[in-house]
């Protein structure tokens, strides 16, 4: 099994511009999130699913849209990139039930806007 | 809202015994994950507690305590290898799981 899989792994960005990052997963998990890495602030959560078709707001959702057309797919979009968007940003998926705490990561995506 | 708290850095000598602990304060809290991640990876998942105790997995224990919202990750045995950040995690039913900063272990000869 793939896991997790997030394209792409690096990206420059002007300030201003836009883009997606994808995110997949094959391990048809219900619940799907994204997260931001930011040196000496941990992991914080940007928006999370719980199914297709359902998405909500994590702690740093500001300046991101997301959605979830199907199981598999959770992309990430940035609407006008700024400098305080350059980060790591790490997709993971998980199951419900006695599993949901037990997060699968992709690789990330390092992101830079300039 | 949820916060945890855990040691910044953390130095320990190879084949020596380390624990890093873990406050959090959190409604509806179901329990404690620890996570690994050595530098340019990704986290990992090691360990959860659900139950107040002790959880065994080879050279790495968990522990929790509800009652005051406190756990540890402990490592026996320690190797280089096991130089990486670790990371504490809150679960709350179904809502993705909040982490702390971090610690950053460094385990030297």
């Known amino acids: 099994n793939a896991g997790v899989t997030q394209t792409p792994k690096f990206q420059v960005l002007k300030t201003g511009q836009s883009m997606t990052l994808q995110c997949a997963q094959d391990m048809n998990h219900e619940y799907m999130s994204w997260y931001r890495q930011d040196p000496g602030m941990g992991l914080r959560l940007i928006h999370y699913?719980?199914?297709?078709?359902?998405?909500d707001q994590g702690e740093v959702p500001n300046g991101y849209n997301v959605s979830r057309s199907t199981t598999e797919d959770f992309p990430l979009r940035l609407l006008s990139a700024a400098p305080s968007q350059t980060s790591v940003y790490f997709c993971?998926?998980?199951?419900?039930?006695?599993?949901?705490?037990?997060?699968?990561f992709g690789n990330g995506t390092r992101l830079t806007v300039t | 809202g949820q916060s945890l708290e855990q040691p910044s850095e953390v130095t320990a000598v190879e084949g020596a015994i380390v624990q890093i602990n873990c406050t959090y304060q959190?409604?509806?809290?179901?329990?404690l994950s620890w996570y690994q991640q050595h530098d340019g990876g990704a986290p990992t998942f090691l360990s959860y507690n659900a139950l107040d105790g002790l959880e065994e997995t080879g050279r790495f224990s968990s522990f929790l305590s509800r009652s005051d919202s406190y756990g540890y990750l402990l490592l026996q045995e320690l190797q280089m290898k096991d130089s990486a950040s670790y990371f504490c995690?809150?679960?709350?039913?179904?809502?993705?799981?909040?982490f702390g900063k971090g610690t950053r272990l460094s385990v030297i000869a």
């Open positions: 959190t409604s509806g809290f179901y329990g």
């Open positions: 699913s719980v199914g297709a078709g359902i998405t």
């Open positions: 995690a809150v679960t709350s039913g179904n809502t993705p799981l909040v």
């Open positions: 993971a998926s998980n199951d419900r039930g006695q599993s949901v705490h037990s997060l699968h």
